[in-house]
């Protein structure tokens, strides 16, 4: 079986910074594209940053030049680091990969959250 875990989230002020981490564990071959997504209160989830194994980058139009998604391909783990932090990120922050296991089967796995919230 396969997790994602998420962690990083908290309360910061507006203009803040703040670092998300999420670390793929368990039955894992390779992992191919890594996603970042939010979803705020009466919205829909939306695509914030991806980034493939090779590590080709992108990201939504609203927080381009202020977050930035890397990737550590020998821990597994997908980092988001969002600058110059604006109340409208508030959201849950969900880590999303295409994960492939032994067998090179492949399926998509989410985490559980991470609340962000920037206060104005």
């Known amino acids: 079986q396969v997790q994602l875990v998420e962690s990083g989230g908290g309360l910061v002020q507006a203009g803040g910074s703040l670092r998300l981490s999420c670390v793929a564990s368990g039955s894992i071959f390779s992992i191919n594209a890594m996603v970042w997504h939010r979803q705020a209160p009466g919205k829909q989830r939306e695509l914030v940053a991806r980034?493939?194994?090779?590590?080709?980058?992108n990201y939504a139009d609203s927080v381009k030049g202020r977050f930035t998604i890397s990737r550590d391909n020998a821990k597994n783990t997908v980092y988001l680091q969002m600058n110059s932090l604006k109340p409208e990120d508030t959201a849950v922050y969900y880590c999303?990969?295409?994960?492939?296991?032994?067998?090179?089967?492949?399926?998509?796995?989410w985490g559980q959250g991470t609340q962000v919230t920037v206060s104005s």
């Open positions: 980034i493939t194994r090779a590590g080709s980058t």
């Open positions: 999303n990969a295409d994960i492939v296991s032994y067998d090179l089967s492949h399926q998509d796995y």
